[in-house]
C-alpha cells in the first residue's frame, strides 16, 4: 500500500497570501489528523476528520481551517499568513478512530511565510 | 508547565550503548506514542502503549501510567538510531488525533 502523501512538498508564500495544503491517506483509512510542527513550539495538534466531519480542533486561530473529502483525502487552508506561520505541517491518517488504531504519518509540507 | 516532558532534550552516545528516554507526563492519558522523526521530517509511529511493555526489535518501550511515566530503550544502539524521539499522549476522552507532544529527545549515535 502506499504511504500518505502530501502535497506541495514546499511552499515558499508571502504574509497575507492563502495557502492550502493536501493530504492523502493510506487507502482505506477514514480518519485524518493535521499538525504544525515549529521550532518554539514543537508539534500540535491542529484538527482531525473522519467521514468528512471535523471531530475536534486545536488550539488555532480562525485563520486555519480544514476539510475532508468523500474519498477521505483532506485539505488545510491558511488564510492571511503570518510570518509565524512559517512551520511544518504533517497530516496522519488512520483507519478509523478506535483507540487501538495507529497513527500514520506523511512526509509533511515545508511552508514558508517570507 | 508542559503537560508532556521529556530528558534528556539531547543525547550522545557510542555505537553499541544502551539508551534510555523517559517521557513524564501530567494528564490522564488513553494512550502513549513514541515516535522517531529523521533529519527530513518524515515521523514514524515506533509504538503505541497503554499499559506495560512493548518490544519491536532493539526497541523496548514501557509504561506506568500509575506513575505517569514511559521510557523507550534502544539496545546496542547504532547510527542509523541517530533521530529524534518524540513522546505523545492522548489524553482521557481525546479524540485519536488530538496528541500532546512532548519536545523530542535528540539522539546522535557515534561509530
Known amino acids: 500500500k502506499a504511504g500518505v502523501t502530501q502535497t506541495p512538498r514546499y511552499l515558499i508564500k508571502t504574509r497575507g497570501q492563502q495557502v492550502t495544503l493536501s493530504c492523502s491517506p493510506i487507502?482505506?483509512?477514514?480518519?485524518v489528523s493535521w499538525y504544525q510542527q515549529t521550532p518554539g513550539q514543537g508539534l500540535q495538534f491542529l484538527f482531525e476528520y473522519f467521514s468528512e466531519t471535523q471531530r475536534n480542533k486545536g488550539n488555532f486561530p480562525g485563520r486555519f481551517s480544514g476539510r475532508q473529502f468523500s474519498n477521505s483525502r483532506s485539505e488545510m487552508n491558511v488564510s492571511t499568513l503570518e510570518l509565524g506561520d512559517s512551520a511544518l505541517y504533517l497530516c496522519?491518517?488512520?483507519?478509523?478512530?478506535?483507540?487501538?488504531?495507529?497513527?500514520?504519518f506523511g512526509p509533511g509540507t515545508r511552508l514558508t511565510v517570507t | 508547565k508542559n503537560e508532556v516532558e521529556q530528558s534528556p532534550q539531547n543525547l550522545t552516545a557510542q555505537e553499541g550503548e544502551f539508551i534510555t528516554i523517559n517521557c513524564s507526563y501530567s494528564v490522564g492519558i488513553s494512550a502513549l506514542h513514541w515516535l522517531q522523526q529523521h533529519p527530513g521530517g518524515g515521523i514514524v509511529s515506533l509504538f503505541m502503549l497503554s499499559s506495560g511493555k512493548k518490544k519491536h526489535g532493539r526497541l523496548i518501550a514501557t509504561i506506568n501510567i500509575q506513575e505517569k511515566h514511559s521510557s523507550l530503550h534502544i539496545t546496542a544502539s547504532h547510527p542509523r538510531d541517530s533521530a529524534v524521539y518524540i513522546c505523545?499522549?492522548?489524553?482521557?476522552?481525546?479524540?485519536?488525533?488530538?496528541?500532546?507532544f512532548g519536545k523530542g529527545t535528540k539522539l546522535s549515535v557515534k561509530p
Open positions: 505523545a499522549v492522548r489524553s482521557h476522552g481525546g479524540s485519536q488525533g488530538n496528541l500532546i
Open positions: 496522519a491518517s488512520s483507519p478509523g478512530t478506535r483507540a487501538s488504531y495507529e497513527q500514520y
Open positions: 487507502s482505506g483509512h477514514r480518519s
